[in-house]
Each structure stands twice: as structure tokens, then as C-alpha cells.
């Protein structure tokens, strides 16, 4: 039984938390590489993918869906094709975060210059977030949209994305829980669609639940690692945040359509992000993810 996320914690088992998980990372990922923006072990991963391709038996039946609505649903989503929905949807919610990771990489501190075990993660996490928005695009090519590649960032966009990892940690730390709880909250969305939408497609539907398990398992090692930066006021302030940066960024993502023709329920969404507990995650997913030592074992 895990405890919540906002389960107290003191200074000293914080810090011994962002050790332990700098070993967790460091074994999960593999080694830095600065230059190419990438890490050994998901290196490996994406090169294993390449080397042993699987496509959807057949092409989508209407592709030009998709890429109507991969930078922004424009379509009403009742009409769009399902699968070509759901694949904008993923696409566009990876680009906001590829966006997003690719402007902190060019403000985050390299490696080299890390001081603290702090500035050593968030580099390494960077990169991780990286190596996701490559595993995305593979997931694009398993449906046989080959060829994606993330659109530039618009300048006001990508100056905005620079300013984020400066801003101060107690800030900053509180809306990157919450980035990485609704993240967590989509995903899981996204793979009970797998279900629905993909039993023609088997072979490709397990390919795409390989390539998001890949990634869940580390994006919920991130809501630990988030929680570890949260001090006693973010502990208290971050849950009454959950419910209005959720509502606002399902919102911006998924369009605010009227119930029952949404792609996704935002509002279900919200609750699930308000919710979020360890409990109640597939087990296989949960055993590849780190968990802070607070969380742990217990009660409620
Ligand atoms: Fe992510
Ligand atoms: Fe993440």
C-alpha cells in the first residue's frame, strides 16, 4: 500500500530521496550524451524499435485528419476518425511538451557544470523528456505517418519556455508536479483507447502500449521526483492548483468542446489528476518506477 503524494517528509530524507534517485535515473537511462541531446540506454531502446519496425496492417483511413489536427484540433471531434484523432491528440500533447523540454535544454545547466545532485537530475530529466518526443514520433510511424518531425517553436513561445526553469524553485516546483500529474493522467487515457480503438490492429496496438509504457514509467518517476523538490508550503499549496492549471491546459490540448463531443473528458481528467495515487496503476508499470521513500509502504 503507497502513501499519497503530499505525504510529509523532512529536509534530510529529501536530500537522501535525490540521491537515490540520481541511481534510479542513472540505471534506468543510461549515461549522458551532451552533444546529440540524448542518453545510452534510451539510445538503445529507440535503435531496438528501429531495427525491428511493426505497421498498423493497414494505412489510416484518412491521414489528412491527422494532420488537420496534430498542431491544433480544428475539426469537431465527433466527426474525426477515432484513430486519427487519438493519434493528432498524442502528437499534439507531445509537441506542446517537446517544445517545452527542447527551450529547457538550452537553460538548464550541462552536466559537466552540474554543482548539486538537484542540477544533475534536472539535466538528465531534460534529456529524458527528449528521448520521449523520439519515441512519440515512432509511435507515429508504427500507424505509418512517417516522416513527422516537430514543427519549430514560435519565438514568443519558445522565449517564454527559457524563462520557466529560472524561475524561482518554489515556483517552479509546484506547476512541475502538476505538468508531470496530467501528463501521467493523459497517458492513461490514451492507453485505455488503445483498447477501444485498436483490436484490428493488433500487432500495432502492442507495439504502441510498449513504446507509452516506456515512457509512463518514467513520467511517473517524475511526479516522485517532483514531489522531492516540494517543500512543506508547496506540499500544502500545489493540490488547491491541480484542479486549475489541469482544467485549463486539458483545455487548451484537447478543446473545449461540448460535453459528450470531446475526444477526452477534461473534467474526468481533472478529477483523475486530483486523485492521483500510486494505488491503482498497473503493477508492471509501477515496479519499472521510482517512488519516494515517503510514499512508500503505510497507510492512505
Ligand atoms: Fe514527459
Ligand atoms: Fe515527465
Request: include cysteine.
Amino acid at each position: 500500500m503507497h502513501r499519497s503524494i503530499f505525504s510529509p517528509c523532512g529536509t534530510a530524507e529529501r536530500k537522501a530521496n535525490f540521491e537515490e534517485y540520481w541511481t534510479h535515473l542513472t540505471a534506468r537511462s543510461g549515461e549522458l550524451l551532451e552533444e546529440e541531446r540524448d542518453l545510452t540506454k534510451k539510445k538503445a531502446r529507440l535503435a531496438h524499435y528501429r531495427e525491428n519496425p511493426v505497421r498498423s496492417r493497414r494505412p489510416l483511413p484518412d491521414p489528412g485528419a491527422f494532420h488537420r489536427n496534430s498542431a491544433r484540433l480544428t475539426d469537431d471531434p465527433a466527426a474525426v476518425e477515432p484513430v486519427a484523432l487519438l493519434l493528432a491528440n498524442i502528437f499534439r500533447f507531445a509537441y506542446h511538451e517537446w517544445s517545452a523540454v527542447s527551450e529547457g535544454w538550452v537553460s538548464t545547466v550541462p552536466l559537466a557544470k552540474a554543482r548539486t545532485v538537484q542540477e544533475r537530475i534536472t539535466r538528465l530529466h531534460c534529456c529524458e523528456e527528449i528521448c520521449h518526443g523520439r519515441l512519440f514520433l515512432e509511435m507515429m510511424r508504427t500507424f505509418r505517418l512517417e516522416g513527422l518531425e516537430w514543427p519549430p517553436v514560435d519565438p514568443a513561445t519558445a522565449r517564454a519556455y527559457r524563462v520557466i526553469p529560472r524561475l524561482p524553485e518554489a515556483l517552479l516546483s509546484q506547476a512541475a508536479l502538476i505538468a508531470e500529474l496530467l501528463g501521467v493522467v493523459f497517458y492513461r487515457h490514451v492507453d485505455s483507447l488503445f483498447d477501444d480503438l485498436l483490436q484490428e490492429e493488433p500487432e500495432a496496438r502492442d507495439r504502441v502500449r510498449e513504446l507509452l509504457d516506456d515512457i509512463m514509467a518514467d513520467e511517473l518517476s517524475h511526479i516522485g521526483l517532483r514531489r522531492n523538490f516540494l517543500g512543506p508550503v508547496g506540499v500544502r499549496l500545489t493540490p488547491r492548483l491541480v484542479a486549475p492549471l489541469c482544467g485549463w491546459f486539458f483545455g487548451e490540448m484537447l478543446g473545449n468542446m461540448p460535453e459528450g463531443r470531446r475526444p477526452m473528458d477534461n473534467a474526468v481528467m481533472v478529477e483523475e489528476a486530483l486523485a492521483f495515487h500510486y494505488e491503482g496503476l498497473r503493477p508492471a508499470l509501477l515496479e519499472r518506477a521510482w517512488v519516494p521513500s515517503y510514499c512508500r509502504g503505510g497507510g492512505a
